[in-house]
């Protein structure tokens, strides 16, 4: 199903992707909610290994945020930190 739309918040943080599925007449609304991916390396290259989940949502449409966050990751579910970058995923998958 092909992204038609992102719904956002009054802040302009996506909330939901929906996607249509034309022939079998339906529409899917999927959360955008914060899912972290992993620490992003001061220097050089770092590989970091993501869910299938992670995997279909960077291939999509949206938003990636990196956020400053204390030594060792945040230690909610979420980002707990201010947000220093965001970029624009093009919708690679």
Known sequence: MRVIAIVRDGEQHPVWAIRLARTA???AADSTAPHPIGLL??????????TPENARLLA??????????P???STEPRPTG??????SLKGSG
């Open 25 to 27: 007449h339906q529409i």
């Open 41 to 50: 390396p001061q220097t050089e290259r770092k590989l970091i290994a993501v």
């Open 60 to 69: 999509g449409e949206g938003e990636i945020e990196v956020t400053l966050e």
């Open 71 to 73: 030594v060792g990751g």
């Open 82 to 87: 201010p947000v220093l970058f965001r970029a």
